[in-house]
């Protein structure tokens, strides 16, 4: 079957680390032969400078058209919400797609240099609602200025969407206890003791489908608890589910935990689309020097193929996603490193070596 893939290489350091990863991700679909078409879209500042949108409307019927795609970091402080044209592209694609689970590993990897030994987790994160303003009302935006001294945050949580996160969740739970050959344990993460309703309906969502994974051990623990145990002892979890604005802290918090945020992958999934997207920013303090780690934009890619493999029960796309990931895997255990993981190599020779290593598979 023939993939197209979408790029969207964002801001700060997305045109560095997006072109390198979509090279690899090419070099190991040829190794198995996997067609793909890469279509290269308009996104962020670059895009506003042309077209006065951060995310033009073609961009998004283009990406209708696409299997998947990959999404660079955006640099959406930066973006002037009171201009119509510079909406946040990622929130924007998660909901327009209903993208509602954001898959965030974080896991020790060979030559990676960390403080911890054994972490091998997964962070679950409802994508489309909670406590993010541009995408959990219809019209408007749910951040309110009431006078010049008071703010009104609003937060959504539907039980739709905690069911189907939860889904997925004990889904990936199962899946990577067969593939680990040791039982699975997914974890719910919450402050249902604080916010009763919302986390509370939550946690109950989470429970109901426990019920029908009994192969799954399943526990909750509250977010602040969670960001103790996950600093003092992370090699105890598995699977973490939660909502979005805890999400986002804890999958940052894990990627520290590995190494960096430069190793950190991640995928949006929907049951139609899936999105690469690193867990990183658009690193501005390091824009433009050629030194931005490419590992966690490749490490997404590798997730996309996987999610394809599954989606188009297509061995050659998962096959193509295992590849990437031991090339990216034999390049740090080689030794090939960027600064932030102590190393000096630059972003275009750990591509390179990625390269380098899913050519030798051929040979
Ligand atoms: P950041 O993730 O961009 O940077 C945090 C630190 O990690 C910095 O020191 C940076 O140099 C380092 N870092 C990040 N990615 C790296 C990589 N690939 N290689 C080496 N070092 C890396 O977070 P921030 O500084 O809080 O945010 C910067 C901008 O990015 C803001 O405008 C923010 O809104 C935006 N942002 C976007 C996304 C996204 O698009 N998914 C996510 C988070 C933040």
């Given at each position: 079957m023939a993939y197209r893939i979408g790029v969207l290489a964002g801001d700060g350091i997305g045109p560095e680390v997006v072109p390198v990863a979509v090279e690899a991700a090419e070099e190991a679909a040829r190794t198995v032969g996997l067609a793909v078409e890469w279509v290269e879209l308009p996104v962020g500042l670059s895009a506003y400078a042309r077209t006065g949108e951060t995310l033009p409307a073609q961009t998004v019927q283009a990406l209708q058209t696409c299997h998947g795609w990959v999404l660079g970091p955006v640099e959406h402080h930066r973006y002037d919400p009171r201009l119509p044209g510079m909406r946040n592209p990622s929130g924007v694609l998660r909901k327009h797609f209903d993208l509602y689970a954001n898959v965030r590993p974080a896991r020790n990897l060979p030559g990676v240099p960390s403080r911890y030994e054994g972490v091998d987790l997964v962070v679950v994160r409802e994508n489309t609602e909670g406590f993010y303003p541009d995408r959990?009302?219809?019209?408007?935006?749910?951040?309110?200025?009431?006078?010049?001294?008071v703010v009104v945050s609003l937060r959504v949580v539907t039980r739709r969407a905690c069911v189907r996160v939860a889904e997925y969740a004990f889904a990936l739970a199962a899946a990577r206890a067969v593939r680990r050959g040791r039982p699975g344990r997914l974890t719910a993460v919450h402050k249902a003791n604080v916010l009763r309703r919302g986390d509370g309906m939550f946690l109950a969502c989470c429970r109901e489908v426990a019920s029908r994974y009994p192969q799954v051990a399943f526990e909750d623990v509250h977010v602040d608890a969670a960001a103790y145990f996950l600093v003092r002892q992370p090699d105890r979890y598995d699977v973490l589910v939660t909502t979005n604005l805890f999400g986002d802290i804890l999958s940052d918090l894990a990627a520290g935990l590995v190494?960096?945020?430069?190793?950190a992958p991640s995928l949006n999934a929907g049951d139609g689309h899936a999105m690469a997207q690193a867990?990183?920013?658009?690193?501005p303090d390091i824009a433009g020097r050629g030194i931005a780690n490419p590992t966690a934009e490749v490490l997404s890619l590798a997730m996309l193929f996987g999610w394809l493999g599954r989606r188009h029960g297509d061995p050659a796309a998962t096959e193509a996603g295992r590849r990437l990931e031991a090339a990216v895997h034999g390049a740090l255990a080689a030794g090939v490193l960027t600064p932030d993981l102590g190393g000096a190599c630059t972003t275009a020779e750990f591509g390179r070596a990625v390269r380098g290593r899913l050519r030798a598979t051929m040979g």
């Open positions: 959990n009302v219809q019209e408007g935006d749910a951040e309110l200025r009431v006078t010049d001294d190494g960096s945020l430069g190793v867990v990183h920013g658009s690193a």
